[in-house]
């Protein structure tokens, strides 16, 4: 079981920077795949990075590419987004979820066991 807690969401001006974190509890953090997704309202949940249990692979979806991200510090059970050039949008709902090992760089959010509540990323034109 693994509880995931995001933070770091808020409203920024276009161009501007954020970091998401997302805290896990439980011993087992290290062994997941961990990803981030958004959903911006009247919208289905959008597919944004992925990264391996040991860091080695990422997949980043290509709207994101070259802007955001992520990264894992596997002793601090934490899980982060690094966005820079924010756009409008961006704007969205943002969860941090873990999977097994196995799905890792998955796109489909049916492969992800465990989900935060989210944290409200707002950009502003």
């Known amino acids: 079981q693994v509880q995931l807690v995001e933070s770091g969401g808020g409203l920024v001006q276009a161009g501007g920077s954020l970091r998401l974190s997302c805290a896990a509890s439980g011993r087992t953090f290290s062994s997941y795949s961990m990803a981030w997704f958004r959903q911006a309202p009247e919208k289905e949940r959008e597919f944004v990075c992925a990264i391996s249990w040991n860091a080695v692979g990422t997949n980043t979806a290509d709207s994101v590419k070259g802007r955001f991200t992520i990264s894992r510090d596997n002793a601090k059970n934490t899980v982060y987004l690094q966005m820079i050039s924010l756009k409008p949008e961006d704007t969205a709902v943002y969860y941090c979820?873990?999977?097994?090992?196995?799905?890792?760089?998955?796109?489909?959010?049916?492969?992800?066991?465990?989900w935060g509540q989210g944290t409200q990323v707002t950009v502003s034109s």
């Open positions: 979820a873990a999977g097994k090992s196995t799905v890792w760089g998955s796109r489909s959010p049916n492969s992800y066991d465990y």
